[in-house]
């Protein structure tokens, strides 16, 4: 079985690479034919005119993803932050009882249909993802262990300075949960979705600032040391109820070690289920100094009720955008 797979007159190429994590492989179907089990899977799109393919897209087994631009200067553009593929819960359930933080899924079957793409490599991909709450690795707490989960990815066809991807996900909890109270109270309990990334200083880091709209205003926080081991905002507010969305953004080219890494816009569209109320925006950073390290973690958070019982179900629609320079609001 070859490992990279070549689509639409050769204008896309999807690989499976290899991945240093401790999440279990999952299994990748293209157009309904297995190619077996990987933890890394990468997409990559042609730049018109010459031979070379950047990546634009690549799924851990984890549930994070990493987004960037379809540009191909030299040297090439870096991934740095993760988007990670939720909701996300602290608290406890049936089966712990003991307070955990549910961060991510287990990803088990992505399954891509490329018919939407033409053969000139423009068009759409379909990538469908999910991450069931059988056949989990004992001891792990993972989401899946206290859901059943699946996304539908709409990646966009890239271009040079952005790449826009559609995600539609649904959840059913199979356990009776319980969300942490303090953590509720501190906006952190039940995450939409997440991005996790790193700043460490003004010289070091993959993104410098959160911006985002509430009812009338434009917020940007520009992060800073001193603002380490805080939740920000200091004092948070809801976000703009017509059109949820925020920006991670990096606003320089300095970003040591990785360089232009790209900005990340999110625009919720839709939410459903036991969450209820406005949308706030969250984000913590510690004060690692380590550079191989995400230290910052950012989030969109609802209000969950006190208990959640087996059975509730819900989705979470929304569109992520990584590009070059990031735009105003």
């Known amino acids: 079985m070859k490992k990279t ?3 639409n007159n050769s204008e896309w190429a999807i690989k499976k690479l290899r991945a240093s994590i401790p999440e279990d492989p999952f299994e990748v179907l293209i157009d309904g034919k297995s190619m077996g089990m990987t933890k ?12 070379r393919f950047p990546q634009i897209l690549v799924i851990y087994s984890s549930g994070y993803l990493r987004l960037k631009a379809g540009a191909d200067p030299a040297p090439p553009l870096p991934f740095g932050q993760s988007l990670i593929l939720g909701p996300a819960i602290s608290g406890t359930s049936s ?7 549910f961060f991510h899924p287990q990803l088990q ?23 069931s709450h059988s056949n989990l690795s004992p001891g792990r707490a993972t989401t899946n262990q206290i859901m059943n989960l699946a996304w539908t990815l709409t990646l966009e066809e890239p271009c040079a300075l952005s790449t826009t991807l ?8 199979t356990e009776d949960v319980t969300p942490d109270p303090v953590q509720t109270e501190k906006l952190e309990s039940m995450r939409l979705l997440q991005i996790s990334t790193m700043f460490i200083d003004h010289v070091r880091h993959d993104v410098n600032a959160l911006r985002f709209k509430t009812g009338g205003d434009i917020v940007t926080l520009s992060y800073d040391p001193s603002l380490a081991n805080l939740l920000l905002p200091v004092t948070p507010s809801s976000l703009d109820s017509a059109m949820p969305m925020f920006d991670s953004i990096h606003t320089d080219d300095v970003g040591r070690p990785n360089g232009r890494t790209p900005s990340y ?11 209820t109320g406005p949308i706030m925006v969250r984000a913590f950073f510690n004060s690692s100094q380590n550079l191989h390290h995400d230290n910052l973690g950012l989030w969109a958070f609802q209000q969950a009720p006190a208990s959640i019982k087996k059975g509730a179900t819900g989705n979470i629609n929304y569109t992520a955008i990584a590009s070059i320079n990031p735009h105003s609001l």
Do not use: C, W
């Not at 089966?95 to 933080?101: E, I, K, V």
């Open 40 to 51: 890394l899977l990468a997409f990559a799109k042609r730049v018109p005119d010459i031979n």
């Open 95 to 101: 089966s712990y009882p003991t307070r955990t933080l």
């Open 109 to 131: 079957r992505v399954a891509i249909d490329t018919s939407l793409l033409n053969q000139d490599g423009m068009g759409r991909m379909l990538i469908r993802i999910t991450s």
């Open 166 to 173: 559609h995600v539609a996900g649904t959840f059913e909890f």
């Open 265 to 275: 816009r999110i625009r919720i569209s839709s939410t459903t289920g036991p969450t």
């Open 5 to 7: 797979a070549i689509f």
